[in-house]
């Protein structure tokens, strides 16, 4: 049998355990740091580490940490005698050297060479492994400088650079054997391939007849410098190596591609063409034998700089883009080829870039054919062509066409492989070279690699449709076409990709050619401003392809269709009253005709997605007519009103009403205030209080109907319709009955207010009752504060500001309690 003890005290003895554990910790942890201590090296003067004392298990601070390690002092003081020395045979050599004979001065400098060269020897012998490489270097520096003291005495007359040339590669070749022979030292080989880097290139200075071009020099380097980095071992001189064939390299690529450039004829580009192509043949090399697979880039970029070349000398000048990009193409097919498979990313990558930059070069011609309109035309209806008039011939701009149409049938291509490929592959084999990913990761390898496929897919599908669209709407341009056929032949364009939106099910094909045709709307729709005809053909055109569009797509593509028809419906609306030769603020109630017919169709799609985003259209609309009709009072009044009852007609709909039944009472209002203003009426109370009455009457049933509906609702646009022409009329009359009536109309509205605790009564009554108020004091503050002096109102100002900072907790307070009392008012 089993006793279980209670909980407290089962947790009383769990607490005892971990006490103990918790003071057998500190015990280990203070013994440990005593054996550390006692196993540092001790300093000559130092004395042994104590024992701990008896019963150390109780906490201690740790020894202070060394700042510096024994071998971190040890190689900065062998790095700084080296360097002493290195700097004191310098010295010697520059500036002691001629107060010795020859015989002397080679005495020095050989004997302390060699002993500085045979020294390191005795040192790795004995395990000075540090000392010895601080004594090597010092004894490659003094090898340069005997190499320099050679020159000066014994061959003063040889060329400098040639003698630097030899030099260098004597010294390369030294330094090499040097560091073969003693392979524990880790300076002379890296040393021996930063030297041999200067020979051809120094040769290629000499400007003899026998020495190689430069770039010839730096290529014949940088291949030397690989062939380092594939058959050597330390892999310090495998950084240097690669770091070196990277420098000489880069700029025999440089000089290449420069010369390549400015080449005159193809004869002329015959010869950086050769370099560049020797120079893509060492960079694949290297990167087939070594795992930088991005040399094979550099490689494919260096064959396209040279065979474009030649292409570029012998083409006229606008056709140089076409020639590199074809040969990016031909660059292309070397995935057919049975090359090692790690090359093949970095070619890839290579033509992809230069077919991005030829689109670059490309893309200006297209913008300027679809913004050319808005930049050129100057008068709407004016007759003329809105086409951009370019200095150019048909042979001159063709080629950017060409090109954008070459890169969309190359990314075409690439798509259609790539969908080949996975069909091919299938899910099954596409899993043999991964382990089966766990039911539901979705950050298995397959699934990275399938996700990175289909961005690629969708990209070059992407990006094929919008160069060929690209290529498409320049026709006009290249070929100077006349204004009714460029306009033909743009909203044909328009409307092909807006159908190929709506057919095709691929969403990223979908998408871009919707995204094409939008943009290809607005630019026919500018072409078509030239001439009346053609306004009202494209546009009615629009409106009719983007409706019927919008009726074959679902989702968010739907609702930016519909928008988009209701736009291009505006614009018609706008151009039929220009078209009629109506004034500003009549073309206005012409607009009115969208935001009805938009409310009407909301009410017929109901709780449809794209039903509000055509509403906000519309409405946006009949907000455009209130400028235009601004400058007539009756119209604006007018205008309101209508709007109104498109915002009253919209409200009936249960979910349209919080927000259209406020904006209807709005324009209601708004609408008698600027009519009685445009009428010059100077008692308004005549027309709005009727109007008042009634709105109340309205309000008093809405209230009784529904408890929970808002006082603004039901009484503020009838208190509002009488109070406000009130209080303008009441600050322009010189009398005092009416400010008197409205007075104690607002304290009236005001008290009821707040015996029914209803907040628009409160506001609404508060607010004239107090700007009333100060209509009436006005003259007299004016009176009051003429008489006084000057300095008496900033020292009132002053006593309030210090009053009111004195209490302004309370006051925040006191106005936190008025804001929750009108928020809990309906």
């Not at 540090?130 to 340069?144: D, H, I, P």
């Not at 050769?274 to 991005?294: D, K, N, P």
């Not at 445009?678 to 008042?692: F, I, K, M, N, R």
Request: glycine content about 8%; charged content about 10%; hydrophobic content about 55%.
């Amino acid at each position: 049998m089993e006793n279980v003890p209670p909980p407290a005290e089962e947790l009383a003895t769990l607490d005892r355990e971990l006490r103990q554990l918790e003071a057998r910790r500190a015990q280990l942890l203070a013994r440990r740091a005593w054996l550390l201590a006692a196993l540092r090296p001790a300093t000559p003067f130092a004395a042994p580490a104590a024992p701990p004392p008896a019963g150390y298990g109780r906490p201690f601070a740790a020894p202070a940490a060394a700042e510096t390690s024994p071998p971190g002092v040890q190689n900065l003081l062998l790095t700084l005698g080296g360097l002493l020395l290195a700097i004191a045979a310098i010295a010697f050599t520059l500036v002691s050297w001629g107060a010795m004979g020859i015989g002397g001065r080679s005495a020095v400098l050989g004997a302390v060479t060699l002993a500085a060269l045979g020294t390191p020897v005795v040192l790795l012998r004995r395990g000075l492994v540090a000392t010895a490489e601080s004594v090597a270097v010092l004894g490659l520096v003094l090898t340069v400088l005997d190499a320099y003291a050679l020159h000066r005495v014994g061959l003063p007359e040889t060329d400098g650079l040639g003698y630097s040339a030899l030099a260098s590669a004597a010294l390369a070749a030294l330094w090499s054997s040097y560091g073969v022979a003693l392979p524990r030292l880790a300076t002379p080989l890296p040393a021996a391939v930063v030297a041999a880097q200067l020979p051809l290139p120094l040769w290629a200075l000499t400007a003899d007849a026998a020495a190689p071009p430069m770039e010839w020099a730096l290529l014949l380097t940088a291949a030397l410098d690989i062939a380092v980095v594939l058959w050597t071992r330390p892999a310090s001189v495998k950084v240097v190596a690669w770091a070196a064939a990277a420098t000489t390299g880069g700029g025999a690529l440089l000089l290449g591609v420069i010369r390549s450039l400015v080449a005159d004829d193809v004869t002329a580009s015959a010869g950086p063409a050769v370099l560049l192509s020797t120079a893509a043949a060492v960079a694949l090399f290297a990167a087939w034998r070594t795992s930088a697979a991005w040399v094979s880039a550099v490689a494919g970029l260096a064959v396209v700089a040279g065979a474009g070349g030649v292409v570029r000398a012998a083409v006229p000048g606008g056709w140089a883009v076409l020639g590199y990009l074809l040969c990016a193409v031909a660059l292309l097919g070397a995935a057919r080829t049975p090359l090692p498979r790690r090359l093949l990313g970095g070619l890839a990558g290579a033509a992809a870039a230069v077919h991005t930059a030829a689109l670059l070069a490309a893309l200006p011609l297209t913008a300027l054919a679809l913004a050319g309109p808005a930049t050129t035309l100057t008068d709407i209806w004016s007759g003329g062509s809105a086409l951009p008039d370019l200095d150019a011939t048909t042979t001159t701009l063709l080629p950017a066409p060409l090109t954008l149409l070459t890169v969309a049938t190359v990314l075409a291509a690439v798509a259609r492989h790539l969908d080949d490929a996975e069909d091919t592959q299938g899910p099954e084999q596409a899993g043999q070279d991964s382990p089966a990913p766990a039911p539901g990761a979705p950050w298995s390898p397959e699934a990275v690699r399938r996700a990175h496929g289909d961005r690629i897919r969708a990209a070059a599908r992407s990006g094929a449709v919008t160069a060929a669209w690209a290529a498409a709407v320049t026709a006009p341009v290249v070929f100077g076409f006349g204004h009714w056929a460029a306009v033909a032949w743009q909203l044909i364009l328009t409307l092909a990709v807006l159908a190929l939106s709506t057919a095709v099910r691929r969403t990223d094909v979908s998408i871009t050619a919707l995204v094409c045709g939008l943009g290809g709307s607005v630019s026919v729709a500018l072409l078509s401003l030239a001439t009346r005809p053609a306004t009202f053909a494209v546009l009615g055109v629009l409106v009719a392809a983007l409706a019927l569009a919008a009726v074959r797509t679902k989702g968010p593509v739907q609702a930016l269709l519909a928008c988009a028809a209701t736009f291009y419906a505006a614009v018609l609306a706008g151009a039929g009253a220009a078209a009629l030769d109506l004034p500003p603020h009549r073309a206005a109630l012409v607009l009115l005709a969208v935001p009805a017919l938009t409310a009407v169709l909301g009410a017929v799609l109901r709780r449809h997605p794209a039903a509000l985003p055509v509403e906000i259209t519309g409405a946006a609309a009949g907000l455009v007519a209130l400028p235009l009709a601004a400058g007539d009072g009756p119209t604006l009044a007018l205008v309101l009103a209508l709007c109104g009852v498109v915002a009253a007609g919209t409200a009936v709909r249960e979910e349209r009403r919080p927000v259209a039944g406020h904006l209807a009472a709005v324009c209601f209002v708004t609408a008698s205030w600027v009519r009685l203003a445009a009428s010059d009426v100077t008692a308004p109370e005549a027309y709005t209080l009727p109007v008042t009455a009634a709105a109340l009457a309205v309000g008093v049933l809405r209230r009784r109907k529904d408890p929970q509906a808002s006082s603004w609702t039901a009484y503020g646009p009838g208190l509002a319709a009488t109070l406000v022409p009130s209080l303008v009329a009441a600050w322009g009359d010189e009398h005092w009955l009416r400010p008197l009536l409205l007075g104690l109309a607002a304290l009236a509205v005001t008290l009821a207010g707040a015996r029914l605790r209803l907040q628009a009564l409160l506001v609404l009554g508060g607010a004239v009752l107090a700007l009333d108020a100060l209509h009436e004091l006005a003259p007299y503050v004016a009176q009051v504060v003429g008489a006084l002096p000057r300095w008496l109102p900033p020292a009132l100002v002053g006593l309030l500001l210090l009053g009111v900072g004195a209490t302004y907790e309370q006051r925040l307070r006191d106005a936190r309690r008025l804001r929750e009392s009108l928020s809990r008012m309906r």
